[in-house]
């Protein structure tokens, strides 16, 4: 069964901490994603990373970073939190899309991060 | 850049009604379309995927439909159930490599008993 786990369901912090975010997933897929869920913003990708040790900036990179030192390992960094960073952040993964393949993005629970 | 919208935003419906949720897509261009489900405070879980080169796709009551040429997917819902309750979401690969999605703002959708 496909799974990919997200380090806490919920997360307080106060603001200028560092947050770390960790998502795995079991399922050997090359590509990993970060979201982030805000009532009527949709979701919005953070950072995307399709290789070990590469990443690709989503649309709102801003006050984030992103490391990937394994395959089935990516974490989210919240340099210096802000209450602005208060949102949900959800995980994916997927293997390599090819044209016509099928290929679905896998999620994780969710980790909803309170920054005070 | 690709834009997707779903309409309605939220739908109120009693248990055992067929319903119709709506994506539309500005960039026909795309090579297939998902439908998501999320439940309140959890993950997204994927329900349906229509390649392109598909017309529709179905799983058990659920029912997807694309039209590239009209920028438009339906997903059609028999005979709700209070289970059904929950935030769908469309989503298209974005760009060439198709590792990324763009998502539709979502239908919230409420099946009263």
């Known amino acids: 069964d496909v799974k990919v786990t997200q380090s806490s369901r919920y997360l307080v912090k106060r603001t200028g901490e560092k947050v770390f975010l960790e998502c795995v997933q079991d399922?050997?897929?090359?590509?990993m994603f970060w979201y982030r869920q805000d009532p009527g913003l949709g979701l919005r990708l953070i950072y995307f990373?399709?290789?070990?040790?590469?990443?690709e900036k989503g649309d709102i990179p801003e006050g984030y970073s992103v490391s990937r030192e394994k395959k089935e390992r990516f974490s989210l960094i919240l340099e210096s939190a802000s209450t602005n960073q208060t949102s949900m952040y959800l995980c994916?993964?997927?293997?390599?899309?090819?044209?016509?393949?099928?290929?679905?993005?896998?999620f994780g629970p969710g980790t909803r991060l309170t920054v005070l | 850049k690709q834009e997707v919208t779903q309409i309605p935003a939220a739908l109120s419906v009693p248990e055992g009604e067929n319903l119709v949720l709506n994506c539309s897509f500005t960039?026909?261009?795309?090579?297939?379309l998902q439908w998501f489900r999320q439940d309140p405070g959890k993950g997204l879980t994927s329900l349906l995927l229509?390649?392109?080169?598909?017309r529709e796709q179905t799983s058990g009551r659920l029912n997807a439909s694309l039209d590239k040429s009209s920028g438009r997917s339906t997903l059609y819902i028999a005979a709700s159930q209070p289970g059904d309750s929950a935030t769908y979401l469309c989503?298209?690969?974005?760009?060439?490599?198709?590792?990324?999605?763009?998502f539709g703002g979502g239908t919230r959708l409420m099946v009263k008993p």
């Open positions: 994916a993964s997927s293997s390599l899309a090819q044209r016509g393949v099928k290929d679905t993005q896998y």
């Open positions: 399922m050997d897929h090359e590509n």
């Open positions: 990373s399709y290789d070990v040790k590469m990443k």
């Open positions: 960039d026909s261009a795309i090579y297939n």
């Open positions: 229509i390649q392109s080169s598909q």
């Open positions: 989503a298209v690969p974005e760009g060439n490599a198709g590792n990324m999605l763009t």
